[in-house]
């Protein structure tokens, strides 16, 4: 099961208690399989249709910013 941001989240506090590299190299990890999954999961049609009638939507509502998210 992938959990990359409850693993990204203890990653970036156990950095604050031990600067580790291999916790440094952990985080870093977890946040390029994160982004990697994200990326994947954005190329699914349906997803992609959802996130543009988001999108459409709040631009729709003049929240500029968040509609180019």
């Not at 992938?2 to 291999?22: C, P, Q, V, Y």
């Not at 190299?25 to 543009?52: G, T």
Request: proline share 3%; charged share 40%.
């Amino acid at each position: 099961m992938e959990r990359f941001d409850e693993s990204i989240e203890t990653f970036s506090k156990a950095l604050i208690e031990n600067n580790d590299h291999g916790i440094k190299m952990s985080l870093i990890n977890a946040q390029k399989q994160k982004k990697d999954k994200d990326a994947k999961d954005y190329i699914n049609p349906e997803l992609a249709e959802e996130h543009r009638l988001k999108g459409n939507d709040l631009y729709k509502e003049g929240k500029f910013p968040d509609a180019i998210k």
